[in-house]
């Protein structure tokens, strides 16, 4: 940052407070996608059950349904950056919010499995979207000083959306007196569970209208006057001149990234492709989303009582927040390599106690009080460590690490290996925990354990460097 007596330099673009506070409602609003990913991926969670016994399926089929939106996920995430290129960040935002809007109704509403599984698609690609949208769109309005700690605001979003929807199910699941196929509106109680979700998704829609559009995009389609007067709403006091040359500088040394412009190297990707994919797997393989898809089928395994387990999955979400917020006052600080590592060791320590807690048998249906005590801490401590680390630092690093010649393409590949990644947990978890609990619980740990040497050879800080420095 530069003293008062200094002139301002091109690259000094540390927003003042009075602007600040505009740029944390920006990005704030933009997250909302965010928000509805959270809620989204979970309040399924409360339906699962219900779902099951609704539609008379066995555990694949049930996966399958549960797990299918992730494939709607990827298609999206595959194909927002494109879009965005082509009609700019805000429309983007306002499909999604159509998307979402009409998905929680159908969810709400469906006549037959196959017709449930369809509007999961749906909202699929909406959050699929969403997730490639709203970081690239922060990185690009934030000023440096601040991007790490507003790119957090992703996963700042999921994770209250997460947790908002374990509360509104749990007050749901007591209104309809315990049971998830309870009578609730003229509806079953999970039916009303999934069509809550219109209300987030139209305020999502509504605050696109309040936001404005990416300088970056602006320039890039000629409207210069417009782009300066962003920059200066949300960079403060800067020489707007430079600013912008600058960003034109960077632009005509790119073109509109494609799929063909990460191929390279001996291994197909070029090199740093293959980092984000391998962030965004790790990501997942971890086991993160059966804590939130399943988490109520999984205390419910183990003799917890439905209410109780919702309950749970309750307190597992706001452990989830307090990591993420430790996640966003240290992001800028200690930086994105660090937090990943204390992450990845904790994880591994987390999901080992659970692997050898749920290793024992039941007694009288329900796992023995020590074992019990013991996964139950162990789940919250793994979230803990997940949500101050690899929840909040990949979603950064994937809007900052690629240069920006490949970011868009680049961006899009990654988000959809990633949620490829989260369908492969979400459809082989019921399965996998059929054949053994531990097991699974092992294969999970291993995966925390790989990451630690991931990062320490592959992954490059990216604290405190602007976007045009990435390339």
């Known amino acids: 940052m530069t003293s008062t ?8 673009r540390t927003a003042h407070p009075e602007h600040l506070g ?5 990005a704030a609003a933009a997250a909302m996608g965010g928000f509805l990913f959270g809620y989204d991926s979970s309040v399924i969670n409360g339906a699962v059950e219900a779902i099951r016994g609704r539609y008379d399926i066995g555990s ?5 349904v549960i797990a299918i939106a992730l494939i709607g996920c990827a298609i999206g995430a595959a194909t927002a950056g494109r879009i965005a290129d082509r009609i700019g960040r805000i429309r983007c935002m306002q499909i999604a919010a159509v998307l979402f809007t009409i998905s929680a109704v159908g969810s709400a509403l469906p006549f037959a499995l ?5 509007w999961r698609i749906v909202g699929g690609f909406a959050i699929g979207m969403a997730s490639v949208i709203g970081p690239a769109y922060i990185a690009e309005v934030a000023p440096p000083a601040y991007r790490g700690r507003l790119g957090s605001f992703q996963q700042a979003a999921i994770v209250v959306g997460i947790a908002i929807s374990q509360l509104v199910n749990w007050g749901l699941l007591n209104a309809a007196g315990g049971d998830q196929r309870g009578k609730l509106m003229g509806l079953e109680a999970w039916q009303v569970m999934l069509g809550v979700m219109v209300v987030p998704a139209v305020l999502y829609g509504l605050l696109s209208f309040a936001i404005p559009e990416s300088p970056r995009f602006l320039l890039s389609v000629g409207k210069r006057d417009r782009a300066r007067a962003i920059l200066a709403e949300v960079e403060g006091d800067i020489d707007l001149d430079a600013r912008v040359s600058e960003i034109e500088l960077a632009m005509k040394s790119e073109h509109r990234s494609s799929f063909r412009d990460l191929l390279g190297g001996g291994f197909f990707f070029k090199p740093i492709v293959w980092v984000g994919i391998g962030l965004s797997v790790f990501q997942q393989f971890v086991g993160i989303n059966v804590a939130f898809y399943y988490s109520s089928t999984l205390w419910q395994s183990v003799g917890v009582d439905p209410t109780d387990s919702f309950f749970y999955s309750f307190t597992t979400s706001i452990i989830n927040i307090v990591g993420t917020v430790i ?3 240290f992001v800028d600080r200690v930086g994105r390599k660090p937090l990943a590592l204390i992450g990845s060791v904790g994880m591994a320590v987390g999901l080992a106690l659970e692997a050898w807690a749920f290793s024992y048998d039941l007694v009288g249906g329900k796992l023995p009080s020590a074992q019990g005590w013991t996964a139950l801490i162990a789940a919250h401590v793994f979230v803990l460590f997940f949500a101050l680390s690899w929840g909040v630092v990949v979603w950064v ?3 900052e690490m690629f240069p920006n010649r490949l970011r868009a393409a680049a961006l899009g590949v990654a988000a959809a290996a990633q949620w490829i990644a989260n369908w492969a947990i979400t459809a082989s978890f019921p399965s996998l925990a059929d054949w053994s609990l531990s097991g699974t619980y092992v294969i999970y740990t291993v995966f925390a354990a790989l990451s630690v040497p991931f990062v320490l050879k592959f992954v490059k800080e990216t604290k405190g460097k602007s976007l045009e420095e990435m390339g």
Do not use: E, N, R, T
């Open 397 to 399: 690093m994937l809007g």
């Open 327 to 329: 996640a966003m006052i």
């Open 5 to 12: 007596a200094q002139a301002p330099q091109p690259g000094a």
């Open 114 to 118: 196959w017709d449930l599984a369809f």
């Open 22 to 26: 505009h740029v944390i409602f920006i």
């Open 60 to 64: 694949a089929a049930l996966a399958q």
